[in-house]
């Protein structure tokens, strides 16, 4: 059974995820939420694809920042981002399923830092993201 906190993050999610079209449309998954923690992922279709015939930048990235948004915003502040920065250290290919894990560095009254691992189905390393979130103060859902 979850706790308050855990269930408030999960509940704060669910919302998110429920009208986070692009994330859909991606195929997200979330696989664990925790008070400023994420976990996600995705598998990758042909048309994320780029002419290079590996797997655009943007897919690794948006999951990341997709796993970046869940675990800044789950204590129901809603939080932006205010810096990212990507290293890509491996090339996504079509079938790949990747996995992105957000973990919170630093938790403070106005900002947020969160590090994002993505892997692949090999648990190889395909990108590192780092991200510094802004807080609002202001409710995602009512409680």
Not at 29 to 39: A, F, H, N, R, W
Not at 71 to 78: D, G, S
Not at 93 to 98: A, F, I, P
Request: aromatic residues 8%; glycine residues 8%.
């Amino acid at each position: 059974m979850l706790n308050d906190k855990d269930k408030v993050a999960n509940d704060v999610v669910q919302h998110m995820m429920e009208n986070d079209f692009f994330s859909q449309w991606m195929g997200v998954e979330v696989l664990d939420v925790k008070k400023g923690y994420s976990k996600i992922k995705m598998t990758i279709r042909k048309e994320m694809v780029n002419g290079f015939g590996i797997v655009h930048g943007g897919l690794p990235f948006s999951l990341a920042d997709s796993a970046f948004a869940f675990a800044c915003n789950n204590r129901n502040n809603l939080s932006v981002a205010l810096d990212v920065t990507i290293t890509f250290t491996k090339p996504v290919n079509v079938g790949d399923v990747l996995t992105a894990e957000a973990k919170e560095v630093h938790n403070g009254k106005s900002t947020g830092v969160y590090l994002i691992s993505v892997t692949n189905q090999k648990n190889e390393t395909v990108a590192l993201f780092k991200g510094t979130c802004f807080r609002t103060g202001k409710l995602l859902i009512s409680q």
